[in-house]
């Protein structure tokens, strides 16, 4: 991309391609409750609003994952009928998937349960977007988990999702599911003055910038105007960038961020 060349970036400081994440210490938890989840395997809940950085935590913690202990299996589209969750399961596990669903289950444990016992090897299952998940799939997922008599924990789930999921699953009906939550996690924007700068000085410098691109009252307006969201602050530099190169300039002043931000409300 020109602007990137025109800025000396590799990448779109707190884009998707960012393979360093920033952690003060608040990626920490999140990260010891993971490894929890993959020696004791049973379901994590993982909230936060849109654009805080959830599946970017979480992809940055699969990643070191061995692929001979865990089988990390993403799926981000929700909005379908339980059956098409768990076909999807079912294409990533290698199962032809079955259009019945007691066969599907079956199926699908069968592979799971080879999975751990021939292979010694645990299933990590990411749901992304799983607020739209239907409410079916809530109250079938703990029959659908039950191994040997519910004796056996044999896959991991994350939950990740908007607030309200954690909400949802509050509710009666979902009470088998909740129960079974083993890991709660919010994720918080990054709201703290010196720790938004500290974050996005960190995604510029990551992403290669050698020079100073934001002066400090700069930094207090993508701040105030990104509510501390690391992929709306992301998305207020780049348009900034995009504003900068017509006219040659290789930093952004303030008037070029209010411009971005005005662009993007």
């Known amino acids: 991309m020109m602007v990137l060349q025109h800025f000396g970036l590799r990448y779109a400081p707190l884009g998707k391609a960012g393979l360093e994440i ?3 210490g ?5 990260s010891e409750r993971f490894q929890w989840l993959l020696h004791s395997p049973g ?13 970017a935590a979480l992809r940055n913690l699969t990643t ?46 069968e592979r799971i349960l ?6 010694q090897v645990t299933p990590v299952w990411i749901i992304d977007e799983a607020q739209n ?13 039950n191994f040997a008599f519910d004796s056996r924990n044999l896959i991991t789930t994350w939950l990740v999702g908007h607030p309200q999921l954690a909400q949802t699953l509050e509710r009666v009906p979902y009470a088998a599911l909740s129960s079974r939550i083993q890991v709660r996690l919010r994720l918080q924007p990054v709201l703290e003055r010196e720790r938004f700068t500290a974050l996005v ?26 509510k501390g969201l690391p992929r709306q602050a992301g998305n207020i530099l780049l348009t900034a960038m995009r504003l900068a190169v017509p006219k040659g300039l290789n930093h952004l002043p303030d008037e070029i961020l209010r411009q971005a931000i005005e662009e993007l409300r």
């Open 201 to 226: 000085q960190h995604a510029l410098k990551s992403a290669g910038c050698q020079h100073t691109l934001i002066a400090d009252s700069g930094m207090e307006l993508v701040r105030q105007a990104s």
């Open 114 to 119: 080879d999975l751990a016992e021939n292979q």
């Open 64 to 109: 070191s994952l061995n692929p001979h202990r865990y089988k990390v299996l993403y799926q981000s589209e929700t909005d379908f009928g339980r059956v098409d969750i768990y076909r999807s399961l079912a294409r990533d596990l290698g199962v032809e998937p079955s259009y019945r669903r007691a066969q599907l289950w079956r199926d699908l444990k």
């Open 22 to 24: 920033w952690d003060d």
């Open 26 to 30: 608040a990626l920490a938890h999140l």
């Open 43 to 55: 379901i994590g809940l993982l909230t936060g609003e849109p654009g805080v950085g959830k599946t």
């Open 133 to 145: 998940l239907p409410p079916d799939f809530f109250r079938d997922f703990p029959a659908f988990l």
